[in-house]
């Protein structure tokens, strides 16, 4: 299960040090794509393989299900670790998100973690604090 919060900074070759927290729990190779609110998501292998059965399962016939499948794959890379646990992002994936130098990692509790420009997580975490009592209040409409 992946949690916390990690903030590192991009090399000059856009090289980024996955936290060792989480490279204990990704194995050798993992996959990244982009994700929404122009963030990234990376999978555990065994993640992306569930995440990828239940994005199939949606019906070819709807145009959103065709859409948002075309997005994930398009966006989707395997990444491996160099010696120093660190891995490259690709150019599209780091303008996607808005990466520039700053990045934030952290845990959605289950097999995979989100990247984010440390600049756009500051001010998304900054607007969901002001909002969460009614976010939670929302939850219970999903039966939590």
């Given at each position: 299960?992946?949690?916390?919060?990690?903030?590192?900074?991009?090399?000059?070759?856009?090289?980024?040090?996955?936290?060792?927290?989480?490279?204990?729990?990704?194995?050798?190779?993992?996959?990244?794509?982009?994700?929404?609110?122009?963030?990234?998501?990376?999978?555990?292998?065994?993640?992306?393989?569930?995440?990828?059965?239940?994005?199939?399962?949606?019906?070819?016939?709807?145009?959103?299900?065709?859409?948002?499948?075309?997005?994930?794959?398009?966006?989707a890379?395997?990444?491996?670790?160099?010696?120093?646990g660190?891995?490259?992002?690709?150019?599209?994936?780091?303008?996607?998100?808005?990466?520039?130098?700053?990045?934030?990692?952290?845990?959605?509790?289950?097999?995979?973690?989100?990247?984010?420009?440390?600049?756009?997580?500051?001010?998304?975490?900054?607007?969901?604090?002001?909002?969460?009592?009614?976010?939670?209040?929302?939850?219970?409409?999903l039966?939590?």
């Open positions: 299960m992946f949690m916390g919060t990690f903030q590192h900074t991009l090399d000059t070759k856009n090289r980024l040090i996955v936290p060792a927290k989480f490279r204990n729990q990704l194995g050798e190779t993992f996959v990244v794509t982009k994700w929404m609110e122009n963030s990234l998501h990376a999978f555990t292998l065994e993640g992306w393989q569930d995440f990828s059965e239940k994005l199939n399962q949606l019906p070819n016939t709807n145009k959103d299900a065709r859409r948002f499948r075309r997005f994930i794959y398009a966006g890379v395997e990444a491996e670790f160099d010696k120093q660190r891995i490259s992002l690709p150019a599209d994936l780091k303008e996607y998100a808005g990466i520039l130098k700053d990045v934030t990692l952290f845990g959605n509790g289950d097999d995979s973690f989100e990247i984010w420009s440390a600049e756009k997580w500051t001010e998304y975490n900054s607007e969901t604090a002001d909002d969460f009592d009614d976010i939670a209040s929302g939850l219970m409409d039966g939590f």
